[in-house]
């Protein structure tokens, strides 16, 4: 068999250099023949210094380095194009992986997906654009790797229910009084994964667990009330599905992102993986409710999906906003809720049917979030 071809967006970041692990693993498996970074020039020289011959391209600065092949405008999409790939792992952050997803899947790759923005802002606009040029899209994000891998193994006809674990992040165990005073630095520091900066704070705030609720929805068809969230302190078990019966099932491994993103480079095929084997003796494994009142970002990522599609671009537009205040000192850690939940107070689209009306909704709802922030 020939290895896949695979082309990595994002390669610099914390998905994206556990992406690199994985491929450099197995050179049997996987062939890399593309990277993509944003600005970190140095970064993505010595990312590609790891699979020579993978053309590098960077998206949001001038590069003068011969090496780099593409970059500017329409950068990615050209690479897409011209490196012939079999598949795109995705891990750029935030909205702006939106528009690479779409271009991978109009390449005709199928997309390895980290990048839960793009689910939450199109889910079903990119799904049904995957279809219709009859490419896959597999999950990455632990929660949703565990429940794909669950519901490609049992079905999803007798499929009741989807339990998401949360790790509960920086602050789970901190008197709910003192997080008005959290710092930008004590969110950043996660008790169990070593992850992206925007991502650790959602989930110390659950943005993150209200992102992939959203993700899950969109992903796996389910009414909203079917998908449920636990808090599980250790992070091993990653998802649990609930048949008809009752019967649970788990996906159970190490915190570490290279299983999931190998099952997903490898599909539909499981192959032998140097990451992510976990020992079971001695842990003690244990499950809570989420509190509302110290998550309440939890609590809106469901009153967005059950008002729809523009709400759930508007919150996940919120939150980055947010989080981008808070990291800069401008609001407190206690006002994210805050100003999300004034900016899904407006109205929004219940169904959005093109890219661009997505985009013309997370622009808005940006500025709404800098305005409701005036407030705060
Ligand atoms: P990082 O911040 O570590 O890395 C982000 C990557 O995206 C970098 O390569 C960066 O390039 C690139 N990038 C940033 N902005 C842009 C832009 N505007 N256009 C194109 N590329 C851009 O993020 P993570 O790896 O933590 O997360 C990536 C995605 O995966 C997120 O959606 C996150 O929610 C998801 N995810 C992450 C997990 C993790 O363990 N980290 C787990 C599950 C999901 P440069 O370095 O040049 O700035
Ligand atoms: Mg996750």
């Known amino acids: 068999m020939q290895p896949k071809r695979i082309i ?6 914390s998905i994206g250099r556990s992406a690199l692990d994985v491929a450099v693993s197995r050179p049997d498996l996987f062939r890399v023949v593309g990277l993509s970074a ?3 020039t140095e970064e ?3 990312a590609g210094r790891r699979v020579p011959g993978a053309a590098l391209c960077l998206t949001g600065a001038d590069s003068a380095s011969p090496e780099i092949g593409y970059g500017g405008p329409g950068a990615v999409a050209r690479m897409l194009e011209e490196a012939q790939a079999d598949m795109t792992l995705n891990g750029i952050s935030g909205a702006a992986g939106l528009e690479p997803s779409l271009q991978a899947i109009e390449a005709g790759t199928d997309l390895a997906l980290a990048n839960k923005e793009t689910m939450v802002l199109a889910g079903r606009l990119v799904l049904a654009k995957a279809a219709a040029r009859g ?8 929660e949703h790797s565990a429940v794909f891998q669950m519901v490609e193994r049992f079905g999803a006809g007798d499929l009741e229910e989807v339990i998401l ?3 509960g992040g920086a602050f789970r165990d901190r008197p709910i009084a003192e997080l008005p005073h959290a710092t ?9 994964w070593n992850m ?18 959203i993700e899950a929805i969109r992903f796996f068809g389910l009414e909203s009330r079917r998908v449920k969230v636990l808090i599980h302190p250790q992070s091993r078990v990653h998802a649990l599905i609930r048949m008809r019966d009752g019967a649970l099932y788990a996906q159970v491994s190490e915190t570490d992102m290279r299983l999931a993103i190998q099952s997903a480079l490898s599909w539909p095929r499981t192959e032998t993986c140097a990451f992510g084997r976990l020992d ?11 509190d509302p009142a110290r998550f309440p970002l939890l609590g809106l990522a469901y009153r967005a999906v059950d008002a729809g599609e523009g709400y759930t671009i508007a919150y996940n537009a919120a939150n980055e906003t947010a989080v981008d205040l808070f990291i800069r000192r401008k609001i407190r850690f206690t006002d994210l809720a805050g100003l999300t939940s004034a900016v899904l107070d407006l109205a929004w689209p219940s169904r959005v049917d093109s890219l661009e009306e997505v985009l013309s909704v997370d622009v808005e709802a940006r500025a709404a979030a800098l305005e409701a922030a005036k407030g705060f």
Do not use: Q
């Open 38 to 40: 944003h600005s970190r």
């Open 44 to 46: 993505l020289l010595a």
């Open 184 to 192: 930008p630095e004590e969110a950043s520091t996660h008790p169990n």
């Open 165 to 167: 674990t949360a790790s």
């Open 196 to 213: 992206g900066r925007k991502i650790t704070i959602d989930s110390a705030s659950m943005a993150n667990k209200g992102l992939e609720v």
């Open 8 to 13: 990595i967006l994002g390669a610099t970041g």
């Open 135 to 142: 490419v896959r899209v597999i999950p990455v994000d632990s």
């Open 280 to 290: 079971l003796a001695g842990l003690n494994l244990s499950f809570r409710e989420p």
